[in-house]
């Protein structure tokens, strides 16, 4: 059973993550909804896609997002507990340290779950399906799939070049332009209206022109044939390929685990760092947050941007490192998230009322 005290503090702190984590939400959202609706603006991402490469971006980017929003939320909520003075009360009643994070680690347990399974099992799956939608789009030229009008659009390897002036209401195009390259005879065939389909048996792309004009022939020969048509269609073949999903951000865990490779095991690496990080954290938020009162709040503050930004940086750092061999296989790339926890120890304990008094009985200071 929780206490009344655990109740309270647990609460406080969960109101402000829910707060945080909304808010970063939607900061991440937009900016990916922004560079979803770019690419599919130039259509390179069919239309009809959106959505669903958007909820996997989010899927992806959600194991980064619990470990920075607990920190926050723990220094926003005890330091509004500090600033009240309501931690002094606390202590005066007998509430000591261990009382402090014994209603975090009731939120830091199911946080530190939910992010392992996100790094460890989401982010992999999220990252394959959106290297499958990559090569879909690329090598199934689904790029005409999400036609936009105004713009030129290429086919093997720029062999066939498209442009549609105009796709109106229901879809019709207008003002088509086909420039082909893939025989011995290169073909111009332009088109005041059209249309487009998707085979539905071989996947291959239709692209139909109305009442045109078709040039064939080579460039610098003067023979050239000039026809015209009523009905002209152009068949553009899907080709499919496997989707490389052995990058290192998509393999399964179980393979990096079984892995001795170094570049593999700092992406092992990156997916625990995530859940540990909840913990790291949590454990540096307190002694950050509950300043007396009579201190200036403004050097703590510095301290806890500086060690959330020096913490993340030090995770690419480390990574960076076992990758090269700078650091010994044995020694991973987790080791940051001690050293922060320590350089943190040294400088409050440097700041504490104890080891001032200490000094001041040694005639230090």
């Known amino acids: ?104 680690l009731y939120l830091a347990l ?56 105009e796709i109106d209401e229901r879809r019709r195009l207008r003002q088509i332009f086909i420039h082909d390259r893939r025989g011995d005879v290169e073909r111009l065939v332009v088109s005041e209206e059209g249309y487009h389909r998707i085979d539905d048996q071989t996947g291959d792309h239709v692209v139909t022109l109305l009442n045109g004009r078709r040039y064939d022939g080579r460039p610098g020969d003067a023979a050239y044939g000039l026809g015209e048509f009523a009905s002209y269609r152009v068949w553009i073949e899907a080709r499919t390929i496997e989707p490389r999903r052995h990058r290192r951000a998509s393999k399964p865990t179980w393979e990096l685990l079984q892995s001795d490779d170094r570049a593999d095991r700092a992406e092992l690496g990156n997916r625990l760092a995530g859940p540990l990080a909840i913990f790291t954290l949590g454990l540096i938020a307190v002694p950050l947050s509950t300043s007396s009162p009579r201190q200036r709040g403004t050097g703590r503050l510095l301290l806890a941007f500086l060690t959330y930004f020096s913490f993340f940086n030090l995770q690419r750092l480390a990574e960076n490192w076992l990758q090269r061999g700078v650091t010994p296989l044995w020694l991973g790339s987790l080791w940051y998230q001690l050293l922060i926890v320590a350089i943190i120890a040294l400088v409050l304990v440097a700041d504490s009322y104890w080891l001032r008094r200490v000094r001041h009985r040694l005639g230090l200071g």
């Open 110 to 165: 199911p946080l530190a779950i939910v992010t392992a399974w996100s790094a460890l099992f989401v982010k992999p799956w999220a990252v394959a399906e959106i290297q499958g939608i990559r090569a879909h789009q690329q090598h199934q030229g689904f790029q005409i799939a999400g036609l936009q009008a105004g713009r030129f659009y290429q086919q093997f390897d720029g062999r066939v070049t498209l442009y549609i002036g």
């Open 1 to 104: 059973m929780l206490r009344i005290i655990d109740r309270y503090l647990l609460t406080e702190v969960l109101k402000v993550f829910l707060a945080v984590l909304g808010v970063l939400t939607l900061v991440i959202v937009s900016m990916l909804l922004l560079r979803v609706l770019e690419e599919a603006s130039l259509g390179a991402l069919n239309a009809n896609l959106v959505l669903r490469f958007l909820a996997l971006e989010v899927a992806r980017e959600m194991a980064s997002l619990l470990p920075p929003a607990f920190f926050l939320a723990v220094l926003v909520a005890y330091g509004r507990l500090a600033r009240d003075s309501e931690l002094i009360a606390l202590h005066a009643g007998g509430i000591g340290a261990a009382q402090l994070y014994r209603p975090l």
